[in-house]
């Protein structure tokens, strides 16, 4: 069965709009890109201005000239801007020409970090700190996880990624919440895809593969829940996940699947969102 991501993330976004509906002072986000450099950027940055207009976020974007520039004269720029808009939460679109996720970490203050890349969200995220603010595909998928589920207590995960945005922040969430994860890649000694799903009752992969796992690759009694974050994209044919979900559908029907379009990537901006409120919350000191 496929998963009504749509009804949660419309129910996710009421209730945050009336949180920020309660606040003294408007939230605001910086969006920093580069000019004319990734043009896919442009349609992700639409996304996120979209909904945090409908939240009432007030969102500034500059875009930055790059070309003929150093790595240290594209860094001082970034500093600078960001020192221009003091009490606004702040994102830096990747990819960004010369700059690596860490480079721009650097230059984040940690309660404006609302896509958590400093060592220091990092950090509250390990120590399960309230404050954290979480990687907004980790947190997008943990929501959606609590609105299919209720309590995860006890409940096993298979994470296929490893990355700072989604597996490894993952596990820490599956851990606050009491889960038990497992975090899986093809670099895993005797890396099985059905031994290592059998035991598990939701399945969050990242791979990025089109179409990498079937209905073949799980055990279908024990598989409940499958949150697929990828999207491969081929021009001309429509862009797939991890998973091949028409055969998941049709072969498993009892599992619940999100995958494909409007799923985790919806659910990545509202967690945005979230981490905007909860930025500008610690900014104010409440």
């Known amino acids: 069965m496929e998963i009504n991501t749509k009804a949660f993330a419309e129910q996710w976004k009421e209730q945050l709009k009336k949180e920020i509906q309660q606040l003294d002072s408007t939230p605001k986000l910086l969006i920093i890109m580069a000019e004319n450099y990734y043009e896919p950027s442009k349609k992700y940055v639409s996304n996120k201005i979209k909904v945090a207009n409908e939240l009432d976020i007030e969102v500034v974007i500059e875009k ?5 520039k150093t790595k240290e004269e594209l860094l001082l720029t970034l500093k600078n801007t960001i020192n221009e808009y003091e009490g606004y939460s702040i994102i830096v679109q990747l ?27 990092k950090g509250l995220l390990a120590s399960g ?3 954290a603010l979480i990687p907004c595909t980790a947190l997008g998928v943990i929501r959606l996880l609590e609105y ?11 994470i296929v990624n490893r990355s700072n945005l989604i597996g490894k922040p993952l596990i820490q969430l599956a851990l606050q919440k009491n889960m038990t994860p497992t975090i899986l890649h093809t670099k895993s000694n005797g890396f099985d895809k059905i031994n290592s799903f059998e035991n598990s009752d939701i399945i969050v992969t990242g791979c990025g593969k089109r179409k990498l796992f ?5 055990r279908k ?6 949150i697929d974050c990828s999207m ?12 091949d979900k028409e ?3 049709e072969k498993c029907p009892h599992i619940k699947i999100a995958s494909g379009y409007g799923h985790t990537g919806v659910l990545t901006v509202i967690a945005l969102c979230e981490n905007v409120l909860k930025s500008h919350k610690l900014m104010m000191g409440n």
């Open 64 to 68: 930055v000239k790059w070309i003929e």
């Open 95 to 121: 990819p960004f020409p010369q700059l690596t996720e860490e480079d721009i970490a650097k230059l984040i203050p940690t309660n404006a970090d609302v896509d958590g890349f400093t060592n220091e969200q």
């Open 129 to 131: 700190s309230n404050n």
């Open 148 to 158: 299919l589920h209720g309590d995860l207590t006890s409940k096993s995960i298979a």
């Open 214 to 218: 079937n209905a073949s690759d799980i």
């Open 221 to 226: 009694e024990t598989v409940k829940t499958i």
């Open 232 to 243: 491969d994209r081929v021009e001309g044919i429509p862009g797939v996940g991890d998973f």
């Open 247 to 249: 055969d998941i559908l």
